[in-house]
């Protein structure tokens, strides 16, 4: 087992070793780094925070995730000779030749983080990571860090959206890949779907990279590019328990017959060359039979051909395994397929028929897959577009911004209020109520103590003008620990499975309010007294920031 984490760790650092480099970033991230560095301001400490301003898809929480990338990428950050080389092409021709030298000694090795653990139910204005370290490198890690943390925490937290309007008991399959932005969106659609709830992908290199179970059926073009039974080829199999071979194709006609006559289908609409691709596929998979069964018809076709295939397999010993429906009323074809299951268990006296599985898929959303748990007989979802391409918000918004400069608070004022930050390097405290659910998030200045069970806290809410709120905490957590220092990952880092398993029990300490798919309670953030006042204190510096001009003038 630990030599497969292992492996798992390698794969994942050479994936971001390959394609996250540190020139995957903005221009302006050099030219604001050359600004420091030609003002001697490129060395002071600088803190920065990395956080969303909404929830996504107008729901009650996000799942945090991405930040093993981001260990990664920074313990690797570093810019080679053909980069420098090529910096010095898009850069003005006047920049000074030694900022190049400068840039060609950069790492992290003076970088400090403090993060949130992957797969945490997280909400809005609550800062997820603090970068510290040399103003400068900070400065060029911005857009890296979001890029590796905005896509795979906005379809986690959708994967863990469809997991709530599933229930724990349905099966859910991502097989998005061929839908999804290009190969790093597919891969990290399977990776952070995974974490976020769903069982399986069919990505299989998802699952070589990343240890994501993977699984898959048959598509519709392996079914018509059989035509007659003479194509079935070898027509014998053996019993599962040794014995003389057995002739296949003929054993399951005779069992075709059996099943239109109980059904009531005409033997002339089944369809031949389904019935070849079917017999072809028990020859080869006898362990693992499931099949794709509307190609040509449900229930004048593909039903009747695999329940005579799956009863010849279980007369010879087999374990059939069950269809995939995508196309159709997905919902009543299921509960006639488990019908007819049903039927044949026992007109037949097959028990092996009753755990047959049904996979639905075709387009599947949150609202259809509400719909389909409420009342169908599937037992496994596949969802794909509208998973992977996160219909109905494309962006999580996740923003990185100067917060500390020389221990000096800094802020954002802006036109929106709503783009207002709050200054100052920052603990995160999550407070419990009684019953073990998280009920507020508490944001205060790093030498403050932590909050204390049993006792009245006085906090400012974030949203609504910044009212005083108290609280009384029978927990108290701190959110966010310290992974990165001195140019090292100071923490373990969570195994895809090690995170998907903090996701799913961080969502159920959620309260139900919380978590409901439609018109959820707002999530309490709130900001400690200390920090309220320095809040006040920089916005009330700020109104009086155009004196020095009065101070020019009377020099």
Same mark, same amino acid.
């Given at each position: 087992?630990?030599?497969? *984490?292992?492996q798992?760790?390698?794969a !994942?650092?050479?994936s971001?070793r390959?394609r996250?480099?540190?020139?995957?970033?903005?221009?302006?991230q050099?030219? !604001?780094?050359?600004?420091?560095w030609?003002?001697?301001?490129?060395?002071?400490?600088?803190?920065?925070?990395?956080?969303?301003r909404?929830? @996504?898809f107008?729901?009650?929480f996000?799942?945090?995730?991405?930040?093993?990338?981001? /260990?990664?990428?920074?313990?690797?950050?570093?810019?080679?000779?053909?980069?420098?080389?090529?910096?010095q092409?898009?850069?003005?021709?006047h920049?000074?030749?030694?900022?190049?030298?400068?840039?060609?000694?950069?790492d &992290?090795?003076?970088?400090?983080?403090s993060?949130?653990?992957?797969?945490?139910?997280?909400?809005?204005?609550?800062?997820?990571?603090?970068?510290s370290?040399?103003?400068?490198?900070?400065?060029?890690?911005?857009?890296?860090l979001?890029?590796?943390?905005?896509?795979?925490?906005?379809?986690?937290?959708?994967?863990?959206?469809?997991?709530l309007?599933?229930?724990?008991?349905?099966?859910l399959?991502?097989?998005?890949?061929?839908?999804?932005q290009?190969?790093?969106?597919?891969?990290?659609?399977?990776?952070?779907s995974?974490?976020?709830?769903?069982d399986?992908?069919?990505?299989? !290199?998802?699952?070589?990279?990343?240890? *994501?179970?993977?699984?898959?059926?048959?598509?519709?073009s392996?079914?018509?590019?059989?035509?007659?039974?003479?194509?079935?080829? @070898?027509?014998?199999?053996?019993?599962?328990?040794? +014995?003389?071979?057995v002739?296949?194709?003929?054993?399951?006609? +005779?069992?075709?017959r059996r099943?239109?006559?109980?059904?009531?289908?005409k033997?002339?609409?089944?369809?031949?060359?389904?019935?070849?691709?079917?017999?072809?596929?028990?020859?080869?998979?006898?362990?693992?039979?499931?099949?794709?069964?509307d190609?040509?018809?449900?229930?004048?076709?593909?039903?009747?051909?695999?329940?005579?295939?799956?009863?010849?397999?279980?007369?010879?010993?087999?374990?059939?395994?069950?269809?995939?429906?995508d196309?159709?009323?997905?919902?009543?074809?299921?509960?006639?397929?488990?019908?007819?299951?049903a039927?044949?268990?026992?007109h037949f006296?097959?028990e092996?028929?009753?755990?047959?599985?049904?996979?639905?898929?075709?387009?599947?959303?949150?609202?259809?897959?509400?719909?389909?748990?409420?009342?169908?007989e599937?037992? !496994?979802m596949?969802?794909?577009?509208?998973l992977?391409?996160?219909?109905?918000?494309p962006?999580l918004?996740?923003v990185?911004? /100067?917060v500390?400069?020389?221990?000096q608070?800094?802020?954002?004022?802006?036109?929106?209020?709503?783009?207002?930050?709050? @200054?100052?390097?920052?603990?995160?405290?999550?407070?419990?109520?009684?019953?073990?659910?998280?009920?507020l998030?508490l944001?205060?200045?790093s030498?403050?103590?932590?909050?204390?069970v049993?006792?009245?806290?006085?906090?400012?809410l974030?949203?609504h003008g910044?009212?005083?709120?108290?609280?009384?905490?029978?927990?108290v957590?701190?959110?966010?620990?310290?992974?990165?220092?001195s140019?090292?990952?100071?923490?373990?880092?969570?195994?895809?499975?090690?995170?998907r398993?903090?996701a799913?029990?961080?969502?159920?300490?959620?309260?139900?309010?919380?978590? &409901?798919l439609?018109? @959820?309670?707002?999530?309490?953030?709130?900001m400690?007294?200390?920090l309220?006042?320095?809040l006040?204190?920089?916005?009330?510096?700020?109104?009086?920031?155009g004196?020095?001009?009065?101070?020019?003038?009377?020099?």
């Amino acid at each position: 087992m630990a030599a497969a *984490v292992n492996q798992e760790y390698l794969a !994942m650092e050479h994936s971001v070793r390959s394609r996250v480099l540190p020139m995957l970033t903005d221009l302006y991230q050099f030219t !604001m780094a050359y600004s420091y560095w030609r003002s001697g301001r490129h060395n002071e400490h600088a803190v920065f925070e990395l956080f969303f301003r909404d929830n @996504p898809f107008s729901g009650g929480f996000s799942l945090f995730a991405g930040l093993t990338d981001c /260990l990664l990428f920074l313990r690797n950050f570093r810019f080679s000779e053909q980069d420098v080389e090529y910096l010095q092409t898009v850069l003005p021709p006047h920049t000074d030749p030694a900022f190049f030298s400068f840039l060609e000694t950069l790492d &992290c090795s003076g970088v400090s983080i403090s993060s949130v653990p992957e797969g945490t139910a997280v909400f809005a204005r609550v800062p997820l990571l603090e970068v510290s370290g040399p103003l400068a490198v900070v400065q060029l890690l911005e857009t890296s860090l979001l890029c590796l943390v905005n896509y795979a925490s906005l379809v986690c937290s959708n994967a863990a959206r469809f997991r709530l309007a599933a229930g724990s008991k349905l099966k859910l399959m991502e097989l998005g890949l061929r839908r999804a932005q290009g190969p790093d969106g597919g891969l990290s659609a399977s990776r952070y779907s995974h974490i976020g709830g769903f069982d399986t992908t069919s990505n299989v !290199m998802a699952g070589r990279l990343f240890g *994501v179970p993977v699984s898959g059926t048959m598509a519709h073009s392996y079914v018509t590019s059989f035509s007659s039974l003479e194509e079935v080829w @070898p027509r014998v199999m053996m019993p599962s328990g040794g +014995g003389e071979k057995v002739d296949f194709v003929t054993l399951t006609i +005779g069992w075709l017959r059996r099943v239109c006559d109980l059904l009531g289908v005409k033997a002339e609409n089944v369809h031949e060359g389904e019935l070849a691709a079917f017999l072809s596929f028990g020859v080869a998979y006898p362990q693992n039979f499931l099949t794709v069964i509307d190609t040509y018809s449900v229930k004048s076709s593909g039903l009747p051909c695999f329940c005579a295939v799956a009863l010849a397999l279980c007369e010879l010993g087999y374990q059939p395994v069950g269809v995939r429906l995508d196309s159709g009323d997905l919902c009543q074809l299921s509960v006639e397929v488990r019908s007819v299951f049903a039927e044949c268990s026992n007109h037949f006296g097959v028990e092996k028929f009753l755990s047959l599985i049904i996979i639905g898929s075709n387009g599947l959303s949150e609202q259809s897959l509400c719909d389909l748990n409420a009342k169908s007989e599937i037992d !496994m979802m596949g969802v794909g577009t509208h998973l992977v391409t996160c219909t109905h918000q494309p962006s999580l918004g996740c923003v990185y911004k /100067l917060v500390e400069v020389s221990g000096q608070p800094k802020m954002k004022f802006s036109e929106d209020s709503e783009k207002t930050t709050l @200054p100052g390097s920052k603990n995160v405290y999550r407070l419990l109520d009684s019953e073990g659910h998280p009920f507020l998030d508490l944001l205060s200045l790093s030498d403050e103590p932590p909050p204390a069970v049993g006792q009245s806290l006085q906090c400012y809410l974030l949203k609504h003008g910044n009212t005083s709120y108290c609280v009384t905490p029978h927990q108290v957590s701190s959110l966010r620990q310290n992974v990165f220092s001195s140019g090292q990952i100071t923490l373990p880092l969570s195994s895809v499975a090690e995170s998907r398993a903090r996701a799913q029990n961080s969502i159920l300490s959620l309260h139900p309010r919380h978590k &409901c798919l439609k018109q @959820p309670d707002t999530y309490v953030v709130a900001m400690s007294e200390k920090l309220y006042l320095l809040l006040c204190d920089v916005k009330a510096k700020n109104t009086t920031a155009g004196n020095f001009l009065c101070k020019q003038e009377g020099l």
